[in-house]
């Protein structure tokens, strides 16, 4: 029971709740395949405990690798998988793509992070994305880019149409968490579907990698989201106006989840935004929500007992403390539920209905009626806002989930197993609202 009443941590906590450690093991799997993709074998030898040297030599990794280059070619990358406890080891798993194929390796570590297994994993029977029907590879093209803060780099992707210029171009903002470009869940890939529709039809847009995912260690203590958010949007933003082949007069910013949620205070700090796409965004407080999931999956559980019902409340009892304003006694690094005190007074502190109501740009607001994350509460809150305003449109799409995929019923996180596309119908209104100001 208490699982799935704490099911939202896999949900909406971003980075700063996950150990520390594990994300050590994370950065230093990766790094491990970059060295030997450098042929720097000493140093990739280093990451093994001394008892895996025993048994396998340097030399043996050298030809291990050797083997692999022979087969597969050079490698291109090598992204984490999944991860698990496994007694007193932690296992990773990365897919590590080569440029004639892909393998994936599991990695073992024990509790000093040294390296004590290596193991070819065979090839995975799990679904896997499939580009969608509206995707016209003969009417877009990528081309990488990389988003730049100081000290940070994040690389990106611009999808634009191959043909013509002085089209829109749409930024694209993740929702919680150590998120990829494509805002990757399972086999599904929301934020590349929106990418690849949207160029199909004649607007380019702008992805890139979470700064949560690359640089891990900047979210040790106090941090809000402007470290983890807005800061990269607006870096975003400001690569889109250098653009020379997008109408810089018609620059749009899409946020997904709590890329939503903040995506009208981005529109304060970038005026020159013809307009905010807004999808599955929470209008209520991270607590709400949460609370709100651990009912939802409480009535799933279908447990009618006075116990279970005691369990539920207690739980959400204990989440009054993440709803706190101002410090006070509390430190700003202090973790409450997996975040540090600061992040959670920076987000109450934000009404984002109420700062959505007083901005002069061009608001889009989607929300799915099978969405198990985000409901249709905080539609109906949004449509309040702003239902009467000229320069919004709203629109609830009764089929859709959190990833914005079409389905029969709101389900769990089962759902996100199976390969599903963004809506060609959301695809198309996006399409049509965003024509619609030019």
């Given at each position: 029971?208490?699982k799935?009443?704490?099911?939202?941590?896999?949900?909406?906590?971003?980075?700063?709740?996950?150990?520390?450690?594990?994300?050590?093991?994370?950065?230093?799997?990766?790094d491990l395949?970059?060295?030997?993709?450098?042929?720097?074998?000493?140093?990739?030898?280093?990451?093994?405990d001394?008892?895996?040297?025993?048994?396998?030599?340097?030399?043996?990794?050298k030809?291990?690798?050797?083997?692999?280059?022979?087969?597969?070619?050079?490698?291109?990358?090598?992204?984490?998988?999944?991860?698990?406890?496994?007694g007193?080891?932690?296992?990773?798993?990365?897919?590590?793509?080569?440029?004639?194929?892909?393998?994936?390796?599991?990695?073992?570590f024990?509790?000093?992070?040294?390296?004590?297994?290596?193991?070819?994993?065979?090839?995975?029977?799990a679904?896997?994305?499939t580009?969608?029907?509206?995707?016209?590879?003969?009417?877009?093209?990528?081309?990488?880019?990389?988003?730049?803060?100081?000290?940070?780099?994040?690389?990106?992707?611009?999808?634009?149409p191959?043909?013509?210029?002085?089209?829109?171009?749409?930024?694209?903002v993740?929702?919680?968490?150590?998120?990829?470009?494509?805002?990757?869940?399972g086999?599904?890939?929301?934020?590349?579907?929106?990418?690849?529709?949207?160029?199909?039809?004649?607007?380019?847009?702008?992805?890139?990698v979470?700064?949560?995912?690359?640089?891990?260690?900047?979210?040790v203590?106090?941090?809000?989201?402007?470290?983890?958010?807005?800061?990269?949007?607006?870096?975003?933003?400001?690569?889109?106006?250098?653009?020379?082949?997008?109408?810089?007069k018609q620059?749009?910013?899409?946020?997904?989840s709590?890329?939503?949620?903040?995506?009208?205070?981005?529109?304060?700090?970038?005026?020159?935004?013809?307009?905010?796409?807004?999808?599955?965004?929470?209008?209520r407080?991270?607590?709400?929500?949460?609370?709100?999931?651990n009912?939802y999956?409480?009535?799933l559980?279908?447990?009618?007992t006075?116990?279970?019902?005691?369990?539920?409340?207690?739980?959400?009892?204990?989440?009054?403390?993440?709803?706190?304003?101002?410090?006070?006694?509390?430190?700003?690094?202090?973790?409450?539920?997996?975040?540090?005190?600061?992040?959670?007074?920076?987000?109450?502190?934000y009404?984002?209905?109420?700062?959505?109501?007083?901005?002069?740009q061009?608001?889009?607001?989607?929300?799915?009626?099978?969405?198990?994350?985000?409901?249709?509460?905080?539609?109906?809150?949004?449509?309040?806002?702003?239902?009467?305003?000229?320069?919004?449109?709203?629109?609830l799409?009764?089929?859709l989930?959190?990833?914005?995929s079409?389905?029969?019923?709101?389900?769990?996180?089962?759902?996100?197993?199976?390969?599903a596309?963004?809506?060609?119908v959301?695809?198309d209104?996006?399409v049509?609202?965003?024509?619609?100001?030019?």
């Open positions: 029971m208490k799935i009443l704490l099911l939202f941590l896999a949900l909406f906590i971003s980075t700063a709740s996950f150990s520390q450690g594990i994300l050590n093991l994370f950065g230093r799997s990766q395949f970059k060295l030997l993709s450098e042929d720097k074998y000493t140093e990739a030898y280093s990451y093994f001394p008892a895996f040297q025993a048994k396998v030599t340097e030399a043996n990794i030809d291990l690798w050797a083997k692999l280059s022979e087969k597969f070619g050079k490698m291109e990358n090598a992204g984490v998988v999944s991860s698990k406890t496994e007193d080891f932690y296992t990773v798993i990365l897919e590590v793509k080569f440029a004639n194929d892909s393998q994936n390796f599991l990695l073992a024990n509790k000093t992070e040294k390296i004590v297994g290596l193991y070819l994993q065979p090839k995975s029977s679904a896997v994305y580009r969608p029907v509206y995707a016209d590879t003969a009417l877009y093209k990528e081309k990488e880019i990389y988003v730049k803060t100081p000290g940070h780099s994040l690389v990106g992707m611009l999808t634009e191959k043909k013509g210029s002085g089209y829109p171009v749409v930024v694209l993740h929702g919680s968490g150590p998120q990829d470009m494509d805002e990757t869940m086999p599904n890939k929301p934020l590349k579907d929106l990418a690849l529709g949207l160029a199909s039809k004649g607007i380019a847009s702008i992805r890139y979470k700064r949560t995912k690359v640089y891990p260690m900047d979210f203590g106090a941090n809000t989201v402007k470290e983890e958010v807005l800061d990269d949007a607006l870096a975003a933003i400001a690569l889109a106006r250098t653009l020379p082949e997008v109408n810089k620059l749009y910013l899409f946020g997904h709590l890329g939503g949620m903040l995506a009208p205070r981005i529109a304060l700090l970038a005026p020159d935004l013809n307009g905010i796409l807004l999808a599955a965004a929470p209008a407080s991270l607590t709400d929500i949460i609370v709100e999931q009912r999956f409480f009535e559980a279908k447990d009618t006075a116990a279970g019902k005691l369990m539920l409340d207690s739980v959400n009892k204990k989440l009054d403390v993440t709803r706190i304003t101002k410090l006070g006694t509390i430190k700003a690094d202090s973790a409450l539920f997996g975040l540090p005190a600061a992040y959670w007074i920076d987000l109450n502190n009404k984002q209905a109420e700062t959505a109501k007083k901005l002069k061009r608001i889009f607001v989607a929300q799915g009626g099978n969405d198990f994350q985000v409901s249709v509460t905080d539609y109906n809150l949004w449509s309040a806002a702003l239902g009467k305003k000229k320069n919004a449109t709203l629109k799409y009764p089929d989930n959190h990833l914005l079409s389905q029969t019923e709101k389900g769990t996180l089962q759902q996100y197993d199976s390969p596309n963004v809506s060609s959301l695809i209104d996006i049509a609202w965003i024509k619609a100001g030019t």
